[in-house]
């Protein structure tokens, strides 16, 4: 059921479990708060998170089987550690359905996290380009133009700020369509657009 939600969290423990699908296993690797704003947008074909973190921290992820999920640093200066290669940012990262990833974080970190169906994803891709997209089951970071990426971050913010000050506006049925076909191209376009490097295990 489509859902939209704004929550703190001063403990790993109910942070990992705000992250739901994702079965995170979290463990702060430093002394000290660690607080985490989440904001969650949960529609029929897509997933959006917005994940500011106070401190460092490592832990495990899981991607659910049929979806993929991309992740990428909202702010400048952010990199986030997969599998032991460091995604910067101004990259993107693709993992595939029922991955199971690393993560690490050396400092506080704000990223952005979008799933969307496989299927749907890969069909929009295939749509927009008329050839194979660069979807594939292993983890990958993707090298794309900056104004794809641009978009794809503009769009990410405005739907974050308005789940924050008017959280039942985004699950409105016509709303919610429109969210998820404006989420679907532009992440295709990521891959369309986009250079992949399997991230190496």
Known sequence: MPGSAFNRFTSAKEYAEGLRELKAHVVPSAAGPFVTHLVRVELTLVRLLDIDESAPRSGCWSIPRGWHYAFFAIRPG??????????????????GSAERLHQRTA??????AIGIRSAVLERYARGLADRAAAITK?????????????????????IVRTARSRPDAVVQPETARAIEQELIEALAMCLVDGRARRLST
């Open 78 to 95: 952010c990199s986030l550690s997969w599998n032991g290669h460091d995604v910067s940012f101004g990259e993107v990262l693709l993992a």
């Open 107 to 112: 400092a506080a970190a704000h990223f952005a």
């Open 138 to 158: 292993a983890a990958s970071t993707l090298d794309v133009p900056a104004g794809v990426l641009r978009r794809l971050m503009q769009l990410h913010g405005r």
